[in-house]
């Protein structure tokens, strides 16, 4: 499928796709000057990230409840869309030590488009199809649509597959009143206007979007407990600067000394989780293990149920 004459026309007159009067000159600006007309623009997308907080809650929740449900997270886009998906989605397993089917990404062009041009590939509705398919969306999954411009065929197309199929679905885009928009069951807009360099999405586009992923998966995971207080207690102890990380969070979780934490991970198996859960609830590692079980790994729910 060929964008038609319809869509070339809105592409034109998309906010991103305009000209940003001060960089008019850019090609002419020192090194300092350019670096400082960056700057300022950067310093922008905060903003308009901040306004769409209400939406980017909901997806927390969203995924959250999908995740607990036995549910998935899949990112679908193109081009720097999708890399910024594939980035995020690769990240989750070392930081929440979770399976590699909970977040998972679908690129247009597939794993070869991270790192070659095969900007081709948005156009093809047909593969999007294809490989949605294969994930077989199901009604616990989420599937978010990241388009800048908010009309890419390929993820139109795919997150269109999957609401047709019962899965839930967010379009991130930062162009109001899009195709995708309106494919999707709920949308997520980060107006931040002209990039520097005209239509460059890698920019402020792409700045707004990994913002608002990283709040979305860390969001998700932080309310499934995989969080407490502020610690990454399901991290992965996979070598020795990680054991020691874990020793560390250990000790500040639970308020215990370097000893007795490196000692409870020892006894834990090296599961951080399993170690917080036995020190914080004063647990063997066995009723430490299972009320993680019953909490589906909720830490803080699963002290209070070693407690009780």
């Known amino acids: 499928m060929k964008p038609t004459r ?22 002419q600006m020192s090194s300092l000057e350019i670096a400082r007309l960056m700057n300022d623009e950067d310093a922008t997308v905060a903003t ?29 886009g193109a081009g720097t869309s999708g890399r910024l998906g594939a980035l995020d989605a690769s990240e989750i397993p ?15 062009g597939g794993p070869r488009a991270l790192g070659a041009s095969t900007e081709a590939s ?12 294969k994930r077989r969306p199901r009604k ?4 978010l649509g990241i388009a800048t411009s908010g009309r890419t065929p390929f993820t139109i197309a ?60 860390t969001g998700a995971m932080t309310r499934l407990g995989y969080v407490f207080g502020n610690l990454m207690v399901n991290v992965w102890t996979k070598n020795e600067k990680l054991v020691q990380r874990a020793i560390r969070i250990v000790e500040q979780a639970t308020k215990t000394d370097h000893e007795t934490a490196a000692r409870a991970l020892k006894d834990s198996g090296n599961r951080t989780p399993v170690a917080v859960v036995m020190l914080a609830a004063g647990v063997g590692r066995s009723k430490a293990a299972a009320a993680l079980k019953k909490s589906k790994g909720h830490v803080r729910e699963a ?3 070693a407690e009780s």
């Not at 319809?6 to 090609?27: F, G, K, P, V, Y």
């Not at 156009?123 to 398919?133: F, R, V």
């Not at 269109?160 to 199929?165: G, H, I, K, L, N």
């Not at 709920?186 to 992923?213: D, P």
């Open 158 to 217: 795919a997150v269109e597959y999957a609401r047709s199929r019962g899965a839930h679905t967010i379009a991130l885009t930062c162009n109001p009143n899009s195709p995708l928009e309106r494919a999707a069951g709920f949308a997520i807009v980060t107006e931040v206007g002209a990039e520097v360099v005209a239509g460059s999405s890698r920019m402020k586009a792409g700045t707004a979007h990994k913002m608002v992923l990283n709040m979305i998966s």
């Open 303 to 305: 002290i209070a149920i």
């Open 48 to 76: 308009a990230v901040r306004r769409a907080l209400p939406q980017i809650a909901r997806a927390i929740d969203t995924v959250a409840d999908g995740l607990r449900n036995g549910g998935r997270l899949i990112y679908v």
């Open 140 to 143: 616990h999954d989420v599937v």
């Open 6 to 27: 319809a869509q070339h026309s809105d592409l034109r007159q998309l906010t991103t796709e305009q000209i940003l009067s001060t960089a008019s000159n850019l090609d």
């Open 94 to 108: 070392p930081t929440f030590n979770t399976s590699p089917q909970t977040v998972q990404y679908i690129m247009a």
């Open 122 to 133: 948005e156009d093809d509705t047909k593969l999007a199809i294809q490989e949605i398919k």
